[in-house]
């Protein structure tokens, strides 16, 4: 899979790290709030049980709209803001990988799978913390749960406190698991991102022209099903609602459909 075209690859000397920083939190920023609807339905859709709750995409994107407005498609989702620090982390790291690796290799395939699957690690450290309490934001519904744990309602009885539920989840994972739980789904996130990233990079290159859809569709085609086991463990805390009858069928392949809908946007920023 090397590239034999002459393809100028802009290295970290290359950056001007300023302009690198901010432009990438900004563009960043603008990606997550296009594509945070999907990434909440997809995670609904990796943890329900078969299709007891939604039928696809488009089913569970207006059941969510009629339930709870806009805003219920953006569940967890200042929590989940947080992970741009991994983010940051990612590429930093991918790119002084590249930069080390260069020293002992000028394969550009070899640089690419490295520092994809090192700056995964990196990012991952930080991320699933983060990604733990945001999942169990977004499995909120009014009236009944689809994770492990549910959110107070206010006194009044006028559904979900706005700015305690954050803290609310924190206090059950810790009451329930204590700080262990927040690494909940750990190295299955390792199993799912360390493959996807270093898949990612390679292809990227190897695509040229169009690489940044094609990269994300053949890395999340390929690392999906370690994504569903993934969600579920983080969210439910065990593989139970995988059972024969959603799998292969439809078990490993939930939220497919949602992938689909966001491949452009993602393709200029791979998961961290």
């Known amino acids: 899979m090397e590239d034999k075209r002459n393809i100028q690859i802009i290295e970290w000397e290359h950056l001007d790290k300023k302009k690198f920083y901010v432009f990438g939190v900004a563009m960043t920023m603008m990606i997550r709030v296009s594509v945070y609807p999907f990434t909440l339905i997809r995670t609904r859709l990796q943890v329900q049980k078969g299709k007891s709750l939604y039928h696809g995409t488009f089913d569970a994107f207006i059941k969510i709209l009629r339930a709870d407005g806009v805003t219920g498609l953006y569940r967890g989702f200042l929590v989940n803001t947080f992970t741009l620090i991994s983010g940051q982390c990612y590429v930093t790291t991918y790119e002084l990988t590249r930069k080390f690796v260069a020293d002992y290799s000028q394969s550009n395939t070899v640089k690419s799978l490295v520092a994809g699957g090192s700056a995964s690690l990196v990012a991952q450290s930080i991320t699933v913390p983060i990604d733990v309490v945001s999942q169990h934001l977004m499995m909120q519904r009014k009236g009944e749960r689809m994770g492990r744990f549910q959110v107070r309602g206010s006194p009044e009885g006028r559904g979900i406190v706005a700015f305690g539920q954050t803290k609310d989840i924190i206090r059950q994972i810790l009451r329930a698991d204590g700080l262990r739980g927040f690494y909940r789904g ?15 990079w390679p ?48 078990g490993f392949s939930a939220g497919l459909s949602s992938l689909q809908t966001v491949l452009e946007l993602k393709a200029r920023a791979p998961s961290s």
């Open 186 to 200: 750990y190295v299955a996130s390792l199993l799912t991102y360390i493959p996807n990233s270093a898949v990612w």
């Open 203 to 250: 292809f990227y290159h190897f695509y040229a022209a169009v690489s940044g859809p094609l990269a994300a569709a053949t890395a999340s085609i390929l690392t999906n099903p370690m994504d569903v086991i993934r969600t579920r463990v983080q969210v439910c805390g065990y593989l139970k609602y995988i059972h024969s009858n959603e799998f292969p069928k439809s």
